[in-house]
């Protein structure tokens, strides 16, 4: 008799599962539902019952936040991103923000300070200046954004991890927060925030960077998604409250590995 064959998914291939589905519009959405996943599978994957579009939402919001802590305890510190030779770096680079290039934010480098607050014991503000003279580092890497392209890039500026540790910045809380000039916010696992490849990128290819790769200073990691590396910092904090971020509030899975 023909058996049918049953593929095991694990849970964190479920919660990332989820998570696919529930970054799709909502008609896309139902149909995936309709032919894929029912409601009963969602409903023993998460131990719920749900009868309303509100417990739906809350469930795959429940599974995100499960698979946020897969990721986490899966990812490795001292593993590093693959870097590229510099003659594979992608030319032009894309540029994408949640708005136009023609809209790009022109942030004066000379009045800019980076603000610093909660667990940190050096609050003091930053000048560029101050940056720039920190033992800068680069790398080539690639960087991947969710809308479906990915292109490789040089980044050089200040290990944030060097950063945190001159400040004082407490590095047992779980989240360093970000706020852009653009309103753009975002916020990361303190483990990468200390990732050796985790940069405070002040030039792109050699050069300051520009203004539409987020001047004067940008959070760069090849070990998340694109959504995930802030452009145009203006405050950075730590915290162990979770503080989300402009896309993940809008459903895009917090953690972002890459
Ligand atoms: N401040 C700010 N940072 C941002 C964004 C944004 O809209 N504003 N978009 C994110 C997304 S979705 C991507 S893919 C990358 C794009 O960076 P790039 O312009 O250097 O390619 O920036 C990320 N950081
Ligand atoms: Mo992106």
Redesign the pocket.
């Known amino acids: 008799m023909f058996k049918k064959k049953i593929i095991p998914i694990n849970t964190i291939g479920a919660a990332m599962l989820v998570d696919a589905i529930r970054d799709t519009p909502g008609a896309s959405r139902r149909a995936f539902l309709q032919r894929s996943l029912t409601l009963g599978g969602l409903t023993l994957l998460t131990g719920c019952s749900l009868n309303d579009a509100g417990s739906i939402e809350a469930a795959l919001a429940s599974v995100s936040r499960f698979n946020d802590k897969a990721q986490g305890l899966l990812f490795d510190p001292s593993q590093l991103a693959p870097t590229y030779p510099e003659s594979m770096i992608t030319r032009p ?7 136009g290039i023609d809209e790009v934010r022109e942030i004066d480098g000379d009045t800019w300070r980076l603000e610093l607050s909660g667990l940190v014991a050096d609050r003091k503000p930053w000048t560029l200046a101050r940056l720039r003279a920190m033992p800068q580092t680069d790398q080539v890497t690639r ?1 991947i ?3 479906g392209w990915s ?1 490789i ?1 040089k980044w050089g500026g200040v290990p944030f991890s060097t950063f945190l540790r001159q400040v004082g910045a407490d590095l047992s809380a779980k989240y360093v927060g970000f706020k ?3 309103d ?1 916010y ?1 916020s990361i696992d303190m483990s990468t925030a200390l990732h050796p490849q985790t940069l405070m990128a002040l030039t ?1 290819d050699g050069k300051e960077l520009p203004s ?3 001047y004067p200073m ?1 959070l760069r990691m090849p070990t998340k ?9 203006q405050a950075i904090f730590v915290t162990n409250t979770y503080p989300g971020g ?2 993940e509030d809008q459903g895009y899975n917090w953690f972002g590995g890459s």
């Open positions: 680079f894309p540029f994408n923000a949640y708005y960087h954004c969710v809308e292109a890039g852009c000039a653009d753009y975002t792109y539409r790769y987020g940008k998604l694109g959504y995930k590396n802030p452009k145009h910092i402009y896309w």
